[in-house]
């Protein structure tokens, strides 16, 4: 299957910094990306939706100030979590989407740990 | 009613033997079903897709779909302890932008 990276695995920060999430898809390009972040033992939780060249739509309930999305390219997503706080402290995990003659699927990226301080 | 619903786990089959994991849901215009492996601390693994009724093989796995009944399900053969993780069952209408729609998973124990 088609193949999603993340960059960088894990990350801890200090309060109030910044920390950008990079997403790329390696082998196909990815018009629509998508934003999650998992608590654990909960379920994925989708934060934005990301289209290239246009603005990321937000869930209800994500701020989109906080949590700045930028899909510049057909290849790559970036989130970028301003000011970060410990309870920002998650497991986030990006999608991107392929569309197919018959379908569409989503891949996963491997997916970002985040550690607030 | 939540829109994905998959049978209650956690869900136990000893080495061998066949586990099956269903999932129902609620919006008739979904045309892409996905069924997704996650093991504990990592992100979720594509095992299969389906957009049309009947059934998909590969390798151990076969995804049944069958949208008049507006239920999708997926069989693991000869079932390994590799295969423990959490199943997720996930669904999305063919359109620009569409997102997943997620079950709250199935927790399965292959016993050795």
Same mark, same amino acid.
């Given at each position: 299957g088609a193949v999603v990276s993340q960059h960088p695995s894990w990350v801890i920060c200090k309060s109030g910094t910044s920390v950008k999430i990079e997403c790329r898809s390696l082998d196909f390009q990815a018009t629509t990306m998508f934003w999650y972040r998992q608590f654990p033992k909960q379920s994925l939780m +989708?934060?934005?939706t990301s289209n290239e060249g246009s603005k990321a739509t937000y869930e209800q309930g994500?701020?989109?100030?906080?949590? +700045?999305i930028n899909h510049a390219s057909l290849t790559l997503s970036t989130l970028t979590v301003t000011s970060a706080h410990p309870e920002d402290s998650s497991f986030y995990i990006c999608s991107a989407r392929e +569309? +197919?003659? %018959? %379908?569409?699927t989503q891949y996963f990226g491997p997916g970002t740990r985040l550690l607030v301080l | 009613q939540k829109e994905v619903e998959q049978n209650s786990g956690p869900l136990s089959v000893p080495?061998?033997?066949i586990a099956s994991l269903n999932c129902t849901y609620s919006d008739r215009v979904s045309q892409s079903f996905f069924?997704?492996? $996650?093991? *504990?601390? !990592? *992100?979720?693994?594509?095992?299969?897709s389906i957009y049309s009724?009947?059934?998909k093989e590969d390798g151990r796995f076969t995804a049944q779909l069958n !949208?008049? *009944? $507006?239920y999708v399900s997926l069989l693991i053969r000869d079932s390994q302890p590799s295969d423990s993780a959490t199943y997720l069952c996930a669904v999305a209408p063919y359109d620009s932008g569409s997102r997943l729609t997620f079950?709250?998973?199935t927790q399965l124990t292959v016993n050795p």
């Open positions: +989708l934060m934005a994500v701020e989109k100030d906080k949590f +700045l +569309l +197919l003659a %018959g %379908g569409e | 080495e061998g033997a069924w997704y492996r $996650q093991y *504990s601390g !990592k *992100s979720p693994e594509l095992i299969m009724n009947g059934d !949208k008049a *009944s $507006q079950g709250e998973g």
